[in-house]
């Protein structure tokens, strides 16, 4: 599947696949474009608990904008 970018909101019929990774296997959030969404799965302090994490081009924050600690 190709990457496309897009502007507004977004609507998929077909649901979405984000990427699972571990905090310690979380890129760098300066080397993906800002918008990039990972889910992940330890929570960022190594438990099992899921977090959606999106790039700001600088840092990673979660969903509803906090740091991701």
């Not at 897009?6 to 959030?29: E, H, M």
């Amino acid at each position: 599947m190709a990457k496309t970018t897009f502007s507004g909101p977004v609507r998929s019929d077909n649901g979405f696949q984000i990427p699972v990774v571990t905090t310690a296997n979380l890129p760098a959030a300066t080397s993906v474009v800002a918008g990039t969404v990972y889910m992940v799965s330890d929570n960022g302090s190594g438990n099992d608990e899921y977090c959606i994490v999106i790039s700001t081009g600088a840092a990673w924050v979660t969903a509803v904008g906090a740091a991701l600690s």
